[in-house]
């Protein structure tokens, strides 16, 4: 098994799978599509039932079903096990990004560790099911999504296909798996994310005669120091999560103008507010834009409609799920206890329709999105392990 799961993590980080996240990539590396095709020919070796599902033109997301003992069909569970394909540019990074170089007891490159090293950890476990054939084992799915790193639109899309009419999922799984590095650590609860932009309009003109035009720069001035103090003061008393603290919102960008000899007529800046489980993206949004239009009352504000909204996840449904994960984390020496993360994953995506959905996976976040990303090549051994027990030692429904 530790052979094979080194070799996979290898070549997938050999395929450039990069999300663009809205700026213009070169083909050769952008896209999940090289990914993808190398999942199938992974299902196609192991003669499993697969199917692509167009997310948008050249992303597909990819499934593959290994039939449990007893089938689905008979009351068997369906447990599926996702991970993403993409990963995130590679700018600044100072290794190799594509070349998978072995040293020291790691594996280097881009998406080694979020979350290629999961994925290779959750097809290999796959394959040692598909080999061993263990008894009573729960049916399983290997989702594997795209576009995870920014707009979460895989994840969403994939819930669609669990119809009575799909060949592959008939119907919701009965538990989901996300992998994401935790370290084996049991994610039962994290923040959600909405982001959209703020824009203001002027009138162009020379900038020898600044009083002919109406300067947009100078009109979002206001709204940043008004949002400054929303953030501070107002933002954290609007939810309170045991694990997750309070929320959060954050400007992150800001653009405006075309040159320094011209008035500016626009100026647009983007705000990053991250929500506890129970808060609504929209209703966090139509909160800023409430809060600024008391505030700025004669300014004319545009707000644009979020670009990109994902609740958080709860630790409602899971609790159950997340013992039975983490006794397996302990099982094979992880710390499997059920905690709370800042960060996004396509997990409230499955969460949302039903489905008990942890996240838990080999590497450490950590090592995620830096520029000398890579993971400890113990962590994948003990990753396709667990995967592998937590089908096998599956007992009963959830
Ligand atoms: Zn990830």
Redesign the pocket.
């Known amino acids: 098994m530790s052979q094979d799961v080194l070799e996979t993590l290898c070549d997938l980080v050999r395929l450039p799978s990069v999300n663009p996240m809205g700026r213009d990539l070169p083909p050769e590396v952008a896209w999940e599509s090289r990914v993808t095709d190398y999942l199938q020919e992974r299902f196609q070796q192991l003669e499993l039932p697969w199917q692509r599902q167009t997310v948008a033109p050249g992303r597909d997301n990819i499934l593959a079903r290994l039939d449990g003992d007893p089938p689905r069909e008979q009351g068997g569970s369906l447990l599926m096990f996702q991970a993403?394909q993409d990963t995130v540019p590679v700018d600044g990074m100072t290794i190799e990004p594509w070349a998978a170089e072995v040293r020291d007891g790691r594996v280097y490159g881009r998406g080694a560790c979020?979350?290629k090293g999961g994925l290779a950890c959750m097809l290999t476990a796959l394959a040692q099911l598909a080999a061993r054939r263990p008894p009573n084992r729960p049916t399983v799915l290997l989702a594997c999504t795209v576009d995870?790193?920014y707009g979460f639109s895989g994840a969403r899309k994939m819930v669609e296909l669990w119809q009575p009419s799909s060949r592959i999922v008939p119907r919701p799984p009965d538990a989901a798996i996300v992998a994401?590095?935790t370290l084996l650590d049991v994610v039962v609860s994290h923040k959600g994310t909405a982001r959209w932009q703020i824009l203001t309009r002027g009138r162009a003109a020379h900038s020898s005669q600044p009083d002919a035009g109406s300067n947009a720069i100078y009109a979002m001035a206001p709204v940043l120091t008004a949002l400054e103090r929303y953030a501070r003061t107002e933002v954290p008393h609007l939810a309170n999560h045991p694990l997750l603290g309070h929320p959060t919102l954050s400007v992150g960008r800001i653009r405006g103008g075309i040159s320094v000899n011209v008035v500016p007529d626009h100026c647009a800046i983007e705000l990053d507010r991250r929500l506890v489980p129970g808060e609504d993206p929209r209703a966090a949004w139509q909160h800023v834009c409430d809060f600024l239009t008391t505030e700025l009352p004669d300014l004319p504000l545009v707000f644009e409609e979020p670009y990109q909204s994902m609740p958080g996840l709860d630790g409602v449904r899971n609790r159950e799920l997340a013992q039975r994960v983490g006794r397996i984390s302990q099982a094979c020496g992880g710390p499997g206890r059920p905690i709370g993360v800042p960060y996004g994953?396509d997990a409230p995506a499955f969460a949302q329709t039903g489905v008990p959905t942890v996240v838990c996976g080999p590497g450490d976040i950590a090592q995620?999105h830096t520029v000398d990303e890579w993971i400890a090549i113990d962590q994948l051994h003990v990753g396709a392990e667990f995967y592998y027990r937590l089908a096998a030692e599956w007992q009963g429904t959830i």
């Open positions: 993403h979020d979350i995870e790193e994401e590095p994953t995620a």
